[in-house]
């Protein structure tokens, strides 16, 4: 089976950075993934990680251990626009579907 | 390009009634993905299909839900004699045939109300 955790809530000032983590216990991994959700709307893909390390693009950033079963979301330079939702998920051996964690929602305060 | 389409975007169904949600997945995708997410919840798989076959379908509800993806048009997922708990926020999602490395694209869902 898969699970995946990753924190409720989270608050951040604009301007400023917030690491989101996420932890999965899986049967088979083939790839991590994130998504941004703003309320209402669709899921848009942010990044994905396959090898460990750190996969920068722009001011996000995410990191991936799979011995640790661990990633995490960087964002940098916070704006009021980055308030939503942050779905952290992991696709499976075969391959084929992404099983998701509850999400993060992320609160940009001025 | 154009993205993943969903259609309807919003439906209201009367308890009892059937829905049929459409997606027609990006162009040169042949995999295609339904999820379903509850108000303040996460999104939950439901069913993983290609041309005319349904590959995964571990999520699917046993009773009143069911999925195709015909050799033509578009992946439709049904719901038959609705009721107030299936009011959801439907995703439907595909991604090209090799499955390694390959990014899944969402579609704008579509909003099923029960009343």
């Known amino acids: 089976g898969q699970n995946i955790d990753q924190p409720t809530e989270m608050t951040a000032t604009e301007g400023a950075i917030v690491q989101i983590n996420c932890t999965y216990q899986t049967s088979g991994f083939n790839g991590l993934f994130w998504y941004q959700q703003h309320a209402g709307e669709a899921p848009t893909f942010l990044s994905y990680?396959?090898?460990?390390g750190l996969e920068e693009k722009g001011r996000f950033s995410s990191f991936l251990s799979r011995s640790k079963g661990y990633s995490y979301l960087l964002l940098k330079e916070l704006q009021m626009k980055d308030s939503a939702s942050y779905l952290c998920?992991?696709?499976?051996?075969?391959?084929?579907?992404?099983?998701f964690g509850g999400g993060t929602r992320v609160l940009v305060k001025p | 390009n154009a993205g993943v389409m969903q259609n309807p975007r919003h439906l209201v169904r009367r308890r009892g009634q059937e829905a049929r949600l459409r997606c027609s997945p990006m162009?040169?995708?042949?995999?295609v993905y339904w999820y379903r997410q509850l108000p303040e919840e996460g999104l939950k798989f439901m069913v993983y299909?290609?041309?005319?076959?349904?590959?995964?379908e571990s999520g699917m509800p046993k009773e009143r839900f069911s999925a195709e993806f015909p050799k033509e048009g578009p992946s439709i997922l049904r719901i038959q004699q609705v009721v107030r708990g299936d009011s959801a926020a439907y995703f439907c999602a595909s991604s090209p045939p090799a499955s390694s490395g390959n990014t899944i694209y969402f579609g704008e869902g579509s909003w099923l109300t029960v009343v």
């Open positions: 299909l290609q041309k005319e076959n349904i590959i995964d």
């Open positions: 990680n396959v090898l460990d």
């Open positions: 162009k040169g995708h042949s995999h």
């Open positions: 998920a992991v696709r499976d051996g075969a391959g084929n579907k992404l099983t």
